[in-house]
């Protein structure tokens, strides 16, 4: 059993509690809300500034966010081909198993592929992460967009809070290192991808 297994009962013992906090956390813990959310967010930024300049600042830290989506998704895939963890309701223990299944069938469904690290923390998280650098109000929304997505999915009982945290830590760490060490290296590239953008009229 992963650590901290004892709050994933805890927290799925509100579940049928309050039907009307069981709907809002099935409309936030869903692959679509949220992430939908997040994407809008992210196309706003991209074209939403009119000074030229600061435009072109947040452009290339959603690149940043981008970048890091995708390789911090690459991350969990690599970790979920090493090792499978299992969700909560596919668990040895009797109690979390079963209060996890009961959560997840009410609030959400029954994923069934690898429970660690959450792909919906590292994606949240990297987003918010890299936008976070140049835009802080929108960083902040973004952090709790991702909150909101990670803290639904855990009262569904398909997480473990290591799952979550795990993921989450994935997405920062990834977003800090692509923001701030490996694409200011690259200059000029991101520079020219922009301009190939602007004349595809895409940015």
Known sequence: MPPLSGWTLWITGFVDKA???DHVMGFLANDFIVPV?????????????????RREQL???L???????GISTLVVRILNMSDFWPRPFL?????????????????????HDP???????TIAFAAATGVWFSH???????????????????????????????????GVVTSIMISKVFMPRTEPLPT?????GRFLYIA
């Open 37 to 53: 959310a997040i994407a809008l967010i992210l196309l706003g930024l991209w074209v939403g500034h009119r000074d030229p300049g």
């Open 19 to 21: 039907p009307a906090l």
């Open 136 to 170: 802080r109000k929108a960083g902040a929304v973004l952090y709790f967009l991702a909150f909101l997505w990670v803290f639904a999915r855990f009262y569904a009982g398909i997480h473990f809070a290591i799952d979550l945290a795990g993921g989450a830590m994935i």
């Open 192 to 196: 020219l991808a922009l301009k190939v």
């Open 59 to 61: 452009q290339k830290a």
């Open 91 to 111: 668990v040895d223990d009797f109690v979390i198993r079963e209060s996890a299944r009961y959560a997840a069938q009410t609030v959400f469904y029954l994923p």
């Open 63 to 69: 690149m940043n966010a981008s970048v890091a989506i």
């Open 115 to 121: 429970s660690f690290p959450s792909n919906a923390a």
